[in-house]
């Protein structure tokens, strides 16, 4: 199977899970106890059980389940995933200017935990058992272990409160400005922590697995220098290991993104998506849940891809 | 074998390290030999590892101090009498008549180690209490979600064909979201409170273990025990509960001790959002909740880091010590090697 085979295969593979995302992320919000018009109207005592009924069919909630899903998907694959009741506002318009926010969080998140992860996990794999193994694993229980809303609290008390570096509140500014790729770095050493730590104990263990293989004794039996086999052969292969967990970081990272940008009050889906929660926002809710779901099945195919690039032994299932 | 080198699988949790693994080590290692049973020799190997009996240590007083911290009632009776915090955790000090003097977010003293919050509540009675929610939901969660899942992966893994290819199917769609947002959402549909947040953490948290022991069971279902047993005539359900799955365990065990650590960063951060629990519950993420607002906003002269300090302390020493008793459970069980590391963390 060629490699252009092998993607299609993939490619067709994620249909009927993009279907069964949208099955559940429709599921679960419409399990709601509430109902919509009463939010609409909670606060008009002059609607008549007449109106509700009219609200009601006017928002297509009189309809049968399958019915509003079907109607929901079609308005959703045409981008229209209706308003926010408080504001009127598109939820279209609101992912569009919103989604970039998170994504470039997510981006510097990723870049930061593969900038540590990475050479302390060569560095740990290199000098197995030996006291700087044992401080990186240290460091990365230290990661695991510590919560992400507190760790941004505790980065905001120190570097903003205490030292002043920043600001506590980011100014607005358009995204891509020099200056908020400074208000980035909070967020996403924040958000990059505990990825980075799961990466770093994931490079340790393939890269010290791959070194006992024969290939790196015949490397070096070449006479190839140490550096070479360590960064040239060994790297590589271990990489591989990386995209095993790529899409479970990448999750990790989007779930940490709601909290984050709640704790440093960044503009994203995760902070809109906690706002949707707190005034029941369906259309919203349901908006985001279903690009988080889009967006994590894309970084899985994503990884499936790389896997292939890295051993092309996977494309001859 | 089904599970050949090279065969691409989604990833959720680290495959290569589950591939990797010599089914056979077990069973041919110490055949013959073996005069005690292997939970006896993991539970002496773990009774050796320090750093993981401090772990234990950590965790046994945490929970104990939190079981201990005021007085327990069930339906009126008082089933447990004691009470370590010297202030009742929801008493807004400055309203009692004895405690006047006491303000908001005053700093730490000798009457109150961690001072008090922004409502003038004695921060120390708070922390001890505040373990009560999340790390019971932790174990709650983490017990029936395991058990579940045992059961999940179990019947697919070991039926196979079409019955392990939908139920496979359907794991991926739910491996589609971050955990954490499940249960946002689900909160958000349920509210509020302590069964609704261990309802949001279970009712999609199996799909993991479903997954981690399907992959077991497809290897421990090759051994000739389990050919045996069938061709004496056990049922399935036998088969299944008595041969294979205590053969196919272990990473779930190892699993379910790291992931306590992951559900209790997850509640902690629905209360820390504001929607897991009423505000002023003595929970350590709703603690956090009001003091991101002090912070933000910029407090009037001094910083009151004690209220941002101590609750999450308490949080991430569970965590890290739950964390440390999984590794050793990992180290003692012999299962594999930093797959724990994949499994921890996160929320």
């Known amino acids: ?317 | 074998m089904s599970t050949q080198r090279g065969r691409i699988r989604i990833t959720g949790f680290d495959p290569q390290a589950v591939e990797d693994r010599d089914p056979l080590s077990e069973w041919t290692d110490y055949e013959g030999t073996e005069t005690e049973g292997r939970w006896v020799r993991a539970a002496r190997n773990f009774r050796r590892n320090r750093v993981a009996m401090f772990g234990l240590v950590v965790v046994l007083l945490m929970a104990f101090v939190a079981a201990f911290s005021r007085p327990v009632e069930v339906w009126g009776v008082v089933v447990q009498p004691f009470s370590l915090a010297p202030y009742d955790p929801r008493t807004i000090l400055y309203l009692q008549p004895d405690y006047a003097h006491v303000g908001r977010y005053d700093p730490p003293s000798l009457a109150h180690p961690m001072g008090t919050d922004g409502s003038g509540r004695d921060l120390f009675s708070r922390v001890l209490v505040g373990g009560r929610y999340s790390v019971s939901i932790g174990f709650i969660v983490v017990t029936i979600t395991a058990t579940v899942g045992i059961v999940y992966g179990s019947i697919s893994g070991y039926y196979g064909g079409i019955v392990d290819e939908v139920m496979m199917r359907i794991l991926d769609v739910i491996f589609a979201f971050p955990g954490l947002v499940l249960a946002l959402v689900l909160v958000a549909m349920l509210g509020g409170g302590y069964w609704q947040l261990v309802a949001a953490f279970t009712i999609f948290g199996w799909a993991s273990y479903g997954r981690l022991i399907r992959g077991e069971i497809l290897k421990v279902k090759e051994n000739e025990y389990v050919m045996a047993a069938k061709a004496l005539g056990a049922r399935d359900r036998s088969v299944i509960f008595r041969h294979i799955v205590p053969n196919a365990i272990t990473p779930v065990i190892v699993q379910a001790s790291l992931s306590v650590g992951t559900v209790v960063i997850g509640v902690a951060a629905l209360g820390f959002l504001g929607i897991g629990f009423e505000p002023g519950t003595p929970e350590w993420g709703t603690m956090l909740d009001q003091t991101l607002e002090t912070l933000v906003q910029g407090p009037g002269g001094r910083i009151p880091w004690w209220a941002t300090i101590y609750p999450g302390l308490a949080i991430f020493l569970f965590v890290m010590a739950m964390n440390l008793v999984g590794d050793g459970i990992n180290d003692a069980l012999d299962a594999q090697e930093d797959v724990a590391m994949t499994q921890g963390g996160g929320g």
């Open chain 1, 1 to 317: 199977m060629g490699f252009r085979r092998f993607i299609l295969k993939r490619l067709l593979a994620v249909v009927p899970i993009l279907f069964g995302v949208s099955i559940i992320t429709f599921a679960l919000v419409y399990l709601t106890p509430g109902d919509p018009v009463d939010l609409m109207v909670g606060m008009n005592p002059h609607v008549s059980a007449a109106d509700r009924a009219r609200i009601r069919a006017d928002l297509g909630l009189d309809a049968p389940v399958y019915v509003q899903y079907y109607r929901w998907m079609i308005n959703g694959l045409q981008g229209d995933f209706g308003i926010v009741y408080a504001s009127n506002r598109e939820v279209s318009e609101i992912i569009v200017t919103r989604l970039p926010e998170t994504v470039a969080l997510g981006i510097f998140g990723w870049v930061f935990a593969l900038l540590i992860a990475i050479p302390t996990g060569i560095y740990a794999a290199v000098n197995k058992d030996r006291a700087g193994d044992h401080v990186s694993r240290f460091i990365a229980l230290f990661g695991i272990s510590i919560p992400n809303f507190w760790l941004g609290l505790m980065l905001i008390l120190v570097f903003a409160l205490w030292l002043d570096w920043w600001s506590v509140l980011a100014p607005r500014e358009p995204l891509y400005s020099t200056s908020m790729l400074w208000y980035l770095i909070l967020p996403g050493v924040t958000i990059g922590t505990a990825a980075s730590a799961i990466l770093m104990r994931i490079m340790r263990s393939s890269m010290a697995e791959e070194m006992n293989k024969d290939y790196v004794t015949a490397a070096r039996a070449k006479g190839l220098p140490e550096r070479t086999v360590i960064l040239k052969h060994v790297l590589r292969n271990s990489l591989i290991s990386v995209t095993t967990v790529a899409a479970f970081l990448t999750a990790g990272i989007l779930a940490g993104s709601v909290v984050v940008e709640v704790v440093f009050n960044w503009p994203g889906l995760g902070r809109e998506l906690v706002n949707a929660v707190v005034g029941r926002e369906v259309n919203l809710i349901l908006a985001i849940t279903l690009f988080t779901g889009i967006a994590l099945v894309i970084a899985n195919l994503l990884a499936d891809i790389a896997y292939a690039v890295l051993d092309p032994r996977i494309r001859y299932d």
